[in-house]
């Protein structure tokens, strides 16, 4: 029996949805399914949730005349290429990535920067859906009727080089750094060749790896209390990474636990190591 097709309400949708969830409400009208895994290459073999759209991080969703990767596009950009997607002022998305939780929440943590709030991340990614038996396809070759989508940049979401140093001498702001612990200690090196190994003064570590469980985020409770045991008093809370990806998973546990003033440092490691001695 074929599903009816319904328009799903604002209400309907957090910032992070479970893989039966989205597939119960796979019929919704509004629902945009993004596919933000890095470095995809979409061809004739590769796989996706069905009706997913590729969300090119690296080429269409990053300046990529930047020095830096994964640098933040302007608002034209990102505004044009999101509505050559299809996306809609009224969509609901989800996006997921083929690793669990990892490169999808930059894609989500960009459509809060750019002033979207209806989107979510899919808990798990595509391991999770596959682990659950849900059908999966072919990509082929779409294009979407172009959408109203309107972006309105929030620079307060992100930082620069400039605002990591100056948060990194205030009191009241905690920066946590999303990368291995090896790296954070400068136990091994930077896999961008040539990037010096270091830590942003006055960071504090926080390893993306230890606030999930397999491929999926672990619960509140227990996000909680990670986050209860590094802020205490500060009022402001700065991500920091290699290159600005996987801060912004810290970012949405973060928000999951509804903490408030949160910022992504974009250029990371990668800049903040390459700018200073």
């Not at 309107?150 to 948060?167: C, P, R, S, V």
Request: hydrophobic share 40%; charged share 20%.
């Amino acid at each position: 029996m074929k599903r009816e097709i319904y328009k799903m309400k604002i209400s309907q949708i957090s910032n992070l949805v479970s893989v039966e969830w989205l597939q119960e409400n796979s019929n919704a009208s509004n629902l945009v399914i993004l596919d933000a895994t890095i470095n995809k290459s979409i061809d004739a073999t590769a796989l996706r949730i069905p009706k997913a759209r590729f969300f090119d991080i690296k080429q269409k969703f990053s300046d990529t005349s930047a020095p830096f990767p994964s640098t933040l596009p302007s608002l034209q950009q990102f505004e044009t290429e999101a509505q050559t997607l299809g996306v809609n002022k009224d969509a609901y998305i989800v996006v997921y990535d083929d690793k669990g939780i990892y490169s999808s929440a930059r894609a989500w943590w960009l459509f809060k920067v750019f002033g979207f709030k209806n989107v979510a991340v899919l808990d798990g990614g595509l391991p999770e859906w596959n682990k659950n038996g849900f059908p999966i396809e072919k990509y082929t070759n779409e294009t979407y009727i172009k959408g109203n989508f309107k972006a309105h940049l929030n620079l307060d979401l992100m930082t620069n080089f400039k605002g990591i140093n100056q948060y990194s001498q205030n009191s009241n702001t905690l920066i946590l750094d999303a990368r291995s612990q090896e790296r954070f200690k400068c136990q091994v090196d930077e896999p961008r060749i040539g990037l010096r190994r270091g830590t942003i003064p006055n960071s504090k570590n926080l390893p993306y790896t230890m606030l999930l469980n397999g491929y999926k985020l672990k619960p509140q409770s227990e996000l909680l209390a990670i986050f209860n045991n590094l802020v205490t008093h500060k009022t402001k809370v700065v991500f920091s990474c290699g290159s600005g990806i996987t801060a912004c998973i810290l970012a949405l546990a973060a928000t999951l636990c509804n903490f408030n003033n949160l910022i992504v440092y974009d250029g990371s490691w990668t800049e903040y190591g390459t700018l200073t001695n």
